[in-house]
């Protein structure tokens, strides 16, 4: 009996020393090696990496400890360079572990091509937000004689008129022509054949009406750079704001 008293009490007290140990080595685990690999509360604050290049803001995430990754989707801004930083994730001031690995969006080294929609005959209102979402800049607004008040007459690009589907980068500026409201008036055409170029586009203008489409073609009949032909005729009448399309003399 006395025996086996002895060798429970030895087992016990065997069980007693694993268990200690085994607790002491779960507390060194949770509270001092788990801790340590993980950096328990070591954090740094995430810097503001907008409008810096792509070189300036690898080189700041990595003096503060941090790891990139460039994502394949870039944006564009007409606003900043090529390869500045558009968007990071996380966000700026955010507290994260050292080592964290922050996603940035790059600016594209060239815009985008889209296609510009029609815009002729929507009123300016609805053409501005139209713009606005597609990415285009809405540029100057020019006032003609139309019996149409604030409504769209012409779109041009870089002063040209261009047509529905005509490619432009994105973030271009796009000039606006729009009727005033008082087109009701008649006119007659002027004589333009004969005129230099821009002297029939002043005379048109000066008239109350607006230049059409210029065509080029060869002829004996002017010098070159000289209109030959128009339409409508001269003596015509018209209301304010007619299109007047000439046809100018090519060397």
Known sequence: MNSFSSSLKKILFNLL???????FLGFLFLKVYLPFYTHH??????????GYNYREASQLLEKSGLQYEVSIDSGFSTELPALAVLKQIPESNSQVKTGRKVYLTLNA?????IKMPNLVNMPLKNVQEILANIGLER????????????VVLEQRYRGVSIREGFEIPKGAT???????????QLLFVPELNGLEEEEAEFLILGSGLRVGNK???STDSVPPGRVF??????GMQV???????IWIAKD
């Open 17 to 23: 020393i694993i268990l200690s140990i085994t607790a």
């Open 41 to 50: 509360g070591e954090t740094v604050s995430i810097p503001d990496l907008s």
């Open 109 to 113: 080294r060239n815009a985008p091509i």
């Open 139 to 150: 540029g100057d607004i020019v006032y003609v004689p139309d019996i149409g008040i604030n």
């Open 174 to 184: 796009i000039d606006l022509v729009v009727g005033d409201g008082m087109g009701n």
């Open 215 to 217: 065509k080029y073609s």
């Open 229 to 234: 032909l128009q339409a409508p005729p001269s």
């Open 239 to 245: 209301r304010t704001g007619e299109l007047i399309n």
